[in-house]
């Protein structure tokens, strides 16, 4: 963050180093600063909006993905009664699947392909298939549905208990729409350039307030309150969006390896491998 935000502050402190030297120089160019008083305290609640906006996205994400983490070990939990000891295959191929899941996700929502290294253990031709499918991840839980449906036509359990399985399926879904739609849904554009415009014109303006009262020491208190300001600013940039790999966004990585290696430690022990 402090890459970004220095950069903005580093261009006011130079304008307000000019400013001062204009004032002690050429002639005095101070104003009254009642108005930046009044103005900053308008522009600091607006700043929390904007940084309580996007963390209440960061955070909804965040109980998105927890749901997720629990819905493929309530999936692998269930199902492990009925098909780990009678039909070990069917089982591995349902968690391997599962554990599949999480990386379609989060692929999808970085706009990559990457299906996570669990698909080496899985058919080519099954992986490629949900490789150049139009949503990896909706592919990756048909597979499930359908290895579910297989073990009810083998008759491990009952239509009703197929139906209660893929309950586990259809929330995984509803948690990826959340983060869809989170993800599609961009802050208001309007009032993102209006807080920027009104950043700029008050940290650029702000030396003719200072001036007169601290000297040539406004252009370092104009760098300082800039450099608040727009890190607030940044922050809710960083934040509002956090399916990346940047330092601000969610674990994504992290978190699909746990689910991973949680799941593939219910396999048989023959057949599980966590990484």
């Known amino acids: 963050m402090l890459k970004s935000v220095a950069q903005r502050p580093g261009v006011v402190a130079l304008w307000a180093t000019t400013v001062v030297t204009f004032h002690h120089y050429v002639r005095p160019v101070g104003i009254p600063n009642t108005m930046h008083g009044l103005v900053g305290v308008a522009l600091g609640l607006l700043l929390v909006f904007r940084t309580n906006s996007s963390y209440d996205r960061f955070w909804e994400d965040r109980k998105l993905w927890g749901g997720i983490v629990n819905e493929t070990r309530n999936l692998a939990r269930a199902s492990s009664v009925f098909?780990?000891?009678?039909?070990?295959?069917?089982?591995?191929?349902?968690?391997?699947?599962?554990?599949?899941?999480?990386?379609?996700?989060?692929?999808?929502?970085?706009?990559d392909k990457d299906l996570g290294p669990i698909t080496a253990q899985l058919p080519p031709e099954e992986v490629r298939q949900v490789g150049t499918a139009q949503h990896a991840a909706l592919a990756?839980?048909?597979?499930?549905?359908?290895?579910?449906?297989?073990?009810?036509?083998?008759?491990?359990?009952?239509?009703?208990?197929?139906?209660a399985?893929?309950?586990?399926?259809?929330?995984?879904?509803?948690?990826?729409?959340?983060?869809?739609?989170?993800?599609?849904?961009?802050?208001?554009?309007?009032?993102?350039?209006?807080?920027?415009?009104?950043?700029?014109?008050?940290?650029?303006?702000?030396?003719?307030?200072?001036?007169?009262?601290?000297?040539?020491?406004?252009?370092?208190?104009?760098?300082?309150?800039?450099?608040?300001?727009?890190?607030?600013?940044?922050?809710?940039?960083?934040?509002?969006?956090p399916f990346g790999t940047d330092e601000n966004d969610l674990p994504l990585d992290r978190i699909c390896g746990v689910i991973q290696n949680n799941l593939l430690a219910l396999l048989p022990s023959e057949t599980a491998k966590p990484d």
């Open 140 to 163: 990756v839980s048909q597979r499930m549905s359908e290895a579910l449906a297989e073990g009810r036509r083998r008759g491990h359990y009952t239509e009703y208990t197929q139906m």
């Open 165 to 241: 399985l893929d309950q586990n399926v259809q929330q995984l879904i509803d948690y990826l729409g959340g983060c869809e739609r989170i993800h599609k849904t961009p802050m208001p554009f309007a009032y993102m350039v209006h807080l920027r415009r009104a950043l700029v014109i008050y940290c650029g303006s702000l030396p003719f307030a200072l001036v007169e009262t601290f000297g040539w020491g406004a252009a370092v208190a104009t760098f300082l309150l800039s450099y608040v300001f727009f890190g607030i600013e940044e922050i809710g940039v960083e934040i509002e969006d």
């Open 83 to 111: 098909l780990r000891e009678r039909d070990p295959a069917l089982y591995r191929t349902l968690v391997q699947w599962s554990a599949v899941f999480p990386y379609a996700a989060a692929s999808g929502l970085r706009g």
